[in-house]
């Protein structure tokens, strides 16, 4: 879709200029930019109060050095980031990623992605990301926590429950965070709830383990009631086997579907009996080993190499729940050619601009990340809530909590689609309601960023 509107083509522009650099960065703000024409036109007091510039300019962005010893001795170093996006609705909230492909690009996209997401969960929590470049694969356990611990020391300095809250993301889990939460108290001396996704006995939330995978079924679960259409008796494709993969891989398989395949980024896993979440738990959280030592627990599983293989498995719906553009175009069309009827984000931006008209184009039900992830955020803002009250919920009531969310969340995001003269379009519903929000705020709040 070309955007028409001179404001939004002028900021896409201008930052096309600036960011030459930055692919992921751009191609997530080109959504949004697209999707907002619209409401551009309606109020033009955004243009007059440079929203669009403000909006995709983080507050702040800080980048360190992160030193650490490894087990031989040797001296480590990598490099560490927190882009503090934008706090109009609420202290910078988003998880912190260790890949070694992290870079600024990468978490700019996933600290403006969040802004919107973390507005969709009507919660009281503006937008935020960070990591590092660190690999913690292979890396022994004393390993990963000098690395924590030394990553912490400096973002110390910039965080707390009321101005900036991480949580996990990609290479991040309860150990890492609880390395982090053990530094940041040291340092403070503060038991506060500076970090989400703690363990339970620390201030964690029953349920935040769990949320991403069941808020992704639970919004999946609207979006096919809508179109007279359930889980039950479906066949599901999962990509990643981590948090979001497994719980999703839980969940839909509650709801009545099959879910037979998933993967990491070696491989993949197809399985016509059902994959068993038990399995990939004891796979990935105890023994922290790949998703091809499944075979070894089920007699029907069988493995192969590579990972964009997955897609080519005929399937009804389908949960990218890995990373960044797993799915091309090619990969959409070959998953439309097979019959899928849903696709539902876990993971953030896992399809590319080209497979998302793909899907759209066919008439595939499409939930986009910002969507359909946001219950995993949502409910760190459970546990924020939890935190401050100095109390905690039974499992089942952050559950209904999180089911409730959802829900609502796909209520803004088709009724906004429709306000536009977008029906159906989740993915310009959910950029729209989640953009008018922040924007009011800060049009609220004044040019004080
Ligand atoms: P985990 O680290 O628990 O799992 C990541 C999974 O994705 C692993 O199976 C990993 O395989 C695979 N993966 C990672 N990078 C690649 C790659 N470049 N190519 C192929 N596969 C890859 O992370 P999460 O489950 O927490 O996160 C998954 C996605 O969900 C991310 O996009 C994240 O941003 C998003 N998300 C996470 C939320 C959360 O609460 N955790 C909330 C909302 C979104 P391997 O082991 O081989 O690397
Ligand atoms: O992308 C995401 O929403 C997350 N990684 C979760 C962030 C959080 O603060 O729980």
Known sequence: MAIKNKYVKSVLADLKTRYKDQPEFLQAVEEVLESLEPVIKARPELEKAGILERITEPERTIMFRVSWVDDSGKVQVNRGYRVQFNSAIGPYKGGIRLH????????????????????????????????????????????????????????????????????????????????????????????????????????????????????????????????????????????GSGNVATYACQKATQLGAKVIAVSDS?????????????????????????????????????????????????????????????????????????????????????????AIAAFQKAGVLFGPAKAANAGGVATSALEMCQNSARLSWSFDEVDEKLHGIMVNIYKQASEAAKKYGMEGNLVAGANIAGFEKVANAMLWQGVSY
């Open 100 to 239: 070694p492909s992290v870079n600024l690009s990468i978490l700019k996209f996933l600290g403006f992605e969040q802004i919107f997401k973390n507005s969709l969960t009507t919660l009281p929590i503006g937008g935020g990301k960070g990591g590092s470049d660190f690999d913690p694969k292979g890396k022994s356990d004393n390993e990963i926590m000098r690395f924590c611990q030394s990553f912490m020391t400096e973002l110390t300095k910039h965080v707390g429950p009321d101005t900036d809250v991480p949580a996990g993301d990609i290479g991040t889990g309860s150990r890492e965070i609880g390395y982090m939460f053990g530094q940041y108290k040291r340092l403070r001396n503060e038991f506060t709830g500076v970090l989400t996704g703690k363990a339970i006995p620390s201030g964690g939330s029953l349920a935040r383990t769990e949320a991403t995978g069941y808020g992704l079924c639970y919004f999946t679960n609207e979006m096919l009631k809508e179109a007279g259409k359930s889980f039950k008796g479906k066949k599901v494709v999962i990509s």
């Open 266 to 354: 070696n491989g993949y896993i197809y399985d016509e009996k059902g994959i068993d979440y038990k399995i990939m738990k004891e796979i990935k959280e105890v023994k922290r080993d790949r998703i091809k030592t499944y075979v070894d627990y089920s007699k029907t599983a069988k493995y192969t190499e590579g990972c964009s293989g997955i897609w080519t498995i005929p399937c009804d719906i389908a949960l990218p729940c890995a990373t960044q553009n797993e799915i091309d175009e090619k990969s959409a069309k070959i998953l439309v050619k097979n019959g899928v009827m849903a696709v539902a984000e876990g993971a953030n931006m896992p399809s590319t601009p080209g």
